[in-house]
Structures are given as C-alpha cells and as structure tokens.
C-alpha cells in the first residue's frame, strides 16, 4: 500500500496564497501565517529578488543601523550582479520561481486516510514483519541544496467492534481428574489487551481425600508461518511461560508484576481470616501443603473457590530482549499467524498433575 500527499506545490495556483498549511508557527513567535513584509518601503529598481522578513510588522524588526546598511548593500549588489548579467525584469511569482521560501517555524498539515479492514496490523516476529511508515519529502530550490527526507513508523494497531459480543463472553469449563477432585475453571472473556489483567475463577470440589499443592496458569503462544501462496508452511516451537502461581502455604510468583489471588470460600482459611482472605490479603493457611485445608478427617467438606487475576505483559515490556518471556499479540495475516492458549495445571497428590487448555485472543 503507498499513497502521497502533494502538501504543497510551487507550480500549484494555490502556492501564491502561501505554504498551504492549516497551522503556522513561526519562530518569532506568531501563529497565523502571514505574508512577508519587506525590509525596505521602496521596490528595487533592477527586479532583484529583496531580502524580506518572517515579521508581520515592520515595528517589530527593531534592527540597528548597522545592520540595515548591511542589507542594503547585499540588496544593492545583488541587483547590480543581475543587471550586468543583462537579466529580465523578474517577477514575484512563485510558479515562475519555481520555489516559495518557508521561514523557520511549524508548519501543519492535516491529512486522513481511510484503511482497509483486511489490512494486516503491525507485527514484529522472528521471521516476518509488517509495519507502516510516513515518509516526509522537501525538494529544496538550488543546484547545490539536497532533499530533505525523513520517516516515521506508524503503528497500526486492530481492536474488536464495539457490538462484538462473541470476545466478551466467558470461557466455563467443568471437568474431574480421577474421581477425586472436580473443578470448575471461568475466565471472563475471550479477548484481552496487553497490559491488562484476567481474571480466573476456581471452584474446586474434592471428591476424596485429596491434596492440591498448588496451581499455575501458563500461557502459551503459536507461530505459524505460510509462503508461496500456503504452499511452504513452517511452524515454531510451542513458547511457554508461566504467568502466575499459587502454592498451598500462602507464597505466589507473579512474572509481571501486578498478579493478585483471593480465596472467597473454603481454602482452609480459619475463621478470623476469612475477610483477609476474601480481600486478597496474606493469611494463614491450616495446611501448608493443600490448598484445600484439611480433609483428613471429613472428606466430605465444602467447596474452595478462589479468584485469580493473572497480570499479562505490557507494550514495553513485550520489547525486552528476553525471548523467553516475550508475547506477541494475535494475529491472522495470510501470511503470519498468531495464536494463545491459557494452560491452567493444578498439582496434586502423588506427583499427579492435570491440565486444561483454554483458547483466547491477546
């Protein structure tokens, strides 16, 4: 994709008004954009070109005499360099100057350009990489005076309709490991930015004497790469990294910071530290070694439910050098793809462990 926008042209009819811009600031100290009054009342004699000043007010100029008979020297051999030359009266207009000269300042122009939905977004992957770029061009006046050219990345980023309901709906699953512990896992939404947070919820019914020594929730990213019109394919190993976990005596591990974890029912919270509990504060647990409390002599106890929300890495620190812990956001590009599966691995008794895979967009 490539588009260009003429800003100003000395040949176009408008040129002669002035620089096109919507907002002018002149480094004087001026906002609006004025035409150039000239140092001298008197037009030159010869036709030469006369050196004028970027002030709207010739009151403002408060220039010595000094160096207004410098000026008038450099004006005057000027016209007296062209008139030997056996030039033309010249003229003042800009199309036949061929340039128009910007005085030091700001100068404005505003410009908007509709894109495509089925544009891709910027991305930046280890065998691939999109990205845009504004590129400023000023053709100087003068055999001996090079273009100006700068750029400027552009990032083009892609974000879900307003009315799309379908990435603001929960994820529930319900599963049993083994007859002896039945959990419900809920993630409240199928899409989330980078920088924000997800929360999980666990209810976990122990269906026998069971112990949980702790959980944590992973996230896992796919990259897949297509070429030659799909033809050549390659896929990436699986990147895994562990976001958050919660052990039964109390300590949690956050990689980015900001993780939180509340235990709102059951947990073997004792009584006086329930409210703690429920507010996300450090407390005591009855076993250090079951996040379930202790079911040694009644198996048959109540429900722990727990509320987890798993801070996700922001725009700055998916930048950092560190591979291992660095996350790209979704993305569907016919060429590159992108994807994200949250993996929530509950530990329990006997060196077993379950997990459950739950696909989400970053």
Known sequence: MSHTWPFFNAQFPTSEGGSGAHHVHLSGGQVAEAPPTSLFTNPSPFGAPITSSPLSSSSNLNLSSQRERKLSLQVHHTASRSFEKGDAKNSSSVAQKGYRTFYPGDYLYNFELPLDSRLPENIDVDLGSVKYELEASVERAGAFRGNLVGTKEVVLIRAPGEGSLEQVEPIAISRSWEDQLHYDIVISGKSFP???????????????????????????ENTEYFCSNKRVHRMEPTRKVLLYEKRADGTTMSTYPGSSARVTSGGGVPFDQRDAAARGDPFTPQDSANLLGRLEQNASVGPTEMEFNVQLPGCHQITEKDKMSKLHFDTTYSNIQVHHWIKVCPRSTGAHSSSTNLRFRL
């Open 194 to 220: 980078l920088g924000a947070k997800i929360p999980i919820a666990f209810k976990l019914t122990p269906l026998a004497k069971v112990q949980c020594h702790r959980i944590k929730v992973f996230i896992t």
